[in-house]
């Protein structure tokens, strides 16, 4: 994996390559010297300082999608919710989703800013219990365009990590952007002492979407981030009113269910489209109180039963390992 600094010079070919302080992008860059020696070839000492930050945080999971517009960030925002009902658990949503990051509309947070404290950036709260931070937050329209360059991305997702006054949670939850990044490489090694507990990938029925999450499904395989399940979202359609079923995209090749068998993987649920979660969504309201009865919400209900599951069986398996 490259590692990038945050000041490097564009063409940077990362401190861990062969080239490093040797190419011409190199020339005028403060840490050329450095490069050359070969010493920033040690680990980034901000994993080391996240593992400390984030000792207090008991569960870190990642939402992953192959592709934007699945529902990913639908899906961690409503997890986040339904985690935080229980008043007695700590819970924050954490978005990475540095190109366009939606999780402040979906939590009704649009237009709030974060708050520099002595201990750190402070995240927003939705609820007593629930705490948000996104780049969002620190644009000045939502329609900004966030083109950022990998190294500035990299150093922001090292910040939210590492500055961000978190407190002790029970569950932080990290949207991350659809496809296999520079930012989920970034993620997966700054979170590589910390732990990640698991991953939950998002998808839609058809084959389109299913292509690309084989491939993010590989890319957990081959940096060893635990697959806690698989979601197939849009899944078929509930008319609200005669409530009958029919599929808006067709699982063409067997959708999610068949490529879980393949794989080997659990299927969490299978949500059906609802227009009634983008209203709420773009309202930024959960839908879990504005239709608490769908077919949806109770789908979303017995799949955040399983990341609850997942992470209480990983916490006891931990413990009678030491
Ligand atoms: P992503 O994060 O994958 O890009 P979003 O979570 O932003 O996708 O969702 C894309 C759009 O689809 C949003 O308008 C959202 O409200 C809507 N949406 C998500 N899941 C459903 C669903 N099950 N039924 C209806 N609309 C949905």
């Not at 229980?86 to 709030?112: H, N, Q, W």
Request: proline share 7%; net charge negative.
């Amino acid at each position: 994996m490259e590692d990038v600094p945050d000041n490097a010079p564009e063409h940077c070919p990362g401190t861990k390559s062969e080239q490093a302080g040797k190419v011409s992008a190199c020339q005028g860059c403060p840490n050329q010297k450095l490069c050359a020696s070969g010493a920033a070839k040690a680990p980034d000492p901000a994993i080391a300082e996240i593992a400390v930050k984030l000792s207090t945080v008991k569960h870190k999971i990642l939402v992953l999608s192959g592709k934007g517009g699945v529902g990913k960030s639908t899906f961690s925002a409503h997890l986040a919710h339904a985690l935080a009902s229980d008043t007695t658990k700590e819970v924050a949503l954490l978005d990475v989703d540095i190109c366009g990051p939606s999780i402040p509309r979906i939590m009704g947070l649009e237009g709030e800013q974060v708050h520099q404290s002595g201990s750190g950036w402070s995240p927003v709260y939705v609820e007593d219990n629930l705490a948000v931070m996104s780049i969002g937050f620190l644009l000045s329209s939502p329609d900004d365009a966030v083109i950022w360059r990998g190294p500035k991305k990299n150093g922001m997702i090292k910040q939210f990590l590492r500055d961000v006054d978190w407190g002790d949670l029970d569950y932080l939850i990290v949207d991350t952007p659809p496809g296999t990044s520079d930012e989920h490489l970034s993620i997966v090694q700054y979170l590589s002492s910390a732990g990640i507990d698991g991953a939950v990938i998002i998808t839609t029925p058809q084959e389109v979407s299913l292509q690309d999450v084989r491939k993010e499904i590989r890319f957990c395989q081959k940096v060893k981030v635990p697959i806690i399940g698989v979601v197939e979202n849009m899944s078929g359609f509930v008319c609200p009113k005669c409530k009958n079923t029919s599929e808006i995209f067709p699982p063409t090749s067997g959708g999610a269910e068949r490529m879980c068998v393949d794989l080997d993987l659990p299927l969490l649920g299978q949500i059906p489209l609802d227009p009634r979660i983008g209203r709420s969504c773009d309202e930024g309201r959960s839908f879990f109180n504005e239709v608490p009865d769908s077919p949806a919400t109770k789908v979303y209900h017995s799949i955040v039963q399983s990341v609850r599951d997942y992470c209480l069986n990983r916490a006891t398996e931990e413990q009678s390992a030491t």
